[in-house]
C-alpha cells in the first residue's frame, strides 16, 4: 500500500518553461512534506518543505503548494534550467521531528536546453 | 566538514551470504537511518538508531540488523541474502529533535546479490 504516489516516473521540459511535479498522499496523519532532488551516484538533496498548516512555500525558483482537501501537493520550477534535471521525491512524516520519512517512487525531470 | 559518508561503495555478494554495510554520519549529528531502495522505487526505511539503541524500525524482516556505535557511526547488516536485497542502501543522519528536512543522506551503498 503506496502512501506516497508520484504518479509520473518521468518529465521533459524546456529550458525557462516551468516544471510542475505532482504528488498524492492517502495518509492523512501526514503534516510534515518535503521534496528531495538526487542526482546519480549522490544521496537525496533535500530541496523545500511545507507543513500540513501552510498551503504554498516558495524558496527561489522553487514553490511548493499544499491542498489537504485532496490531499495532493505540486512543485513548480521557474524557469526551468538544465541544471535542475534530476530524479524528484516527494516524501512525508507524520511529525517534525526525527520521524523515518515516506517516499514516493520519484519523477525524473529532463529539462532541455 | 564531511557530510555522510558510507562504505563501501559498491558490492557484489552471493545469495545466502552476509553482509555488513557501515556509514558515518555528518559531524555533530546522533541520529542514524537506514533506508533501501530498490531499482524504480523510492527509498524505503529499515529502522533508526539513536544513543546505540534501534528506536524506530519500518516494515523489514529481522535479517536486517543494525548497529550504532558511541561515535555514533553505524552498521547495517543483512543475513541470509536474497536477490531482491540487490538495491541501493542509503544513510541518513540528524541531530535528535531536529526537524525531518534536516536529515542528511550520502551517497549509498550500491549492493548487488547474485
Known amino acids: 500500500d503506496q502512501q506516497v504516489k508520484q504518479n509520473s516516473p518521468s518529465l521533459s521540459v524546456q529550458e525557462g518553461r516551468i516544471s510542475i511535479l505532482n504528488c498524492d498522499y492517502t495518509?492523512?496523519?501526514?503534516?510534515?512534506f518535503l521534496w528531495y532532488k538526487k542526482y546519480p551516484a549522490e544521496g537525496p538533496t533535500f530541496l523545500i518543505s511545507?507543513?500540513?498548516?501552510?498551503d504554498k512555500n516558495e524558496d527561489g525558483r522553487f514553490t511548493v503548494f499544499l491542498n489537504k482537501s485532496a490531499k495532493h501537493l505540486s512543485l513548480h520550477i521557474v524557469p526551468s534550467q538544465p541544471g535542475d534535471s534530476a530524479v524528484y521525491f516527494c516524501?512525508?512524516?507524520?511529525?517534525?521531528?526525527?520521524?523515518?520519512?515516506?517516499f514516493g517512487k520519484g519523477t525524473r525531470l529532463s529539462v532541455i536546453a | 566538514d564531511a557530510g555522510v559518508t558510507q562504505s563501501p561503495t559498491h558490492l557484489i555478494k552471493t545469495r545466502g551470504q552476509q553482509v555488513t554495510l557501515r556509514c558515518s554520519p555528518k559531524?555533530?549529528?546522533?541520529?542514524v537511518s537506514w533506508y533501501q531502495q530498490a531499482l524504480g522505487q523510492g527509498p524505503q526505511f529499515i529502522f533508526q538508531?539513536?544513543?546505540?539503541?534501534?528506536?524506530q524500525r519500518g516494515n523489514f524482516p529481522d535479517r536486517f540488523s543494525g548497529h550504532q556505535f558511541p561515535n555514533y557511526s553505524s552498521e547495517l547488516n543483512v543475513n541470509a541474502l536474497l536477490l531482491g536485497d540487490s538495491a541501493l542502501y542509503l544513510c541518513?543522519?540528524?541531530?535528535?529533535?531536529?526537524?525531518?528536512?534536516?536529515?542528511?543522506f550520502g551517497p549509498g551503498t550500491r549492493l548487488t546479490v547474485t
Open positions: 559531524s555533530g549529528h546522533d541520529t
Open positions: 516524501a512525508a512524516s507524520e511529525l517534525s521531528g526525527n520521524t523515518p520519512l515516506v
Open positions: 511545507i507543513s500540513s498548516i501552510k
Open positions: 538508531y539513536y544513543e546505540e539503541e534501534e528506536r
Open positions: 541518513a543522519s540528524s541531530l535528535d529533535g531536529t526537524l525531518a528536512y534536516e536529515q542528511y
Open positions: 495518509n492523512s496523519m501526514f503534516d510534515y
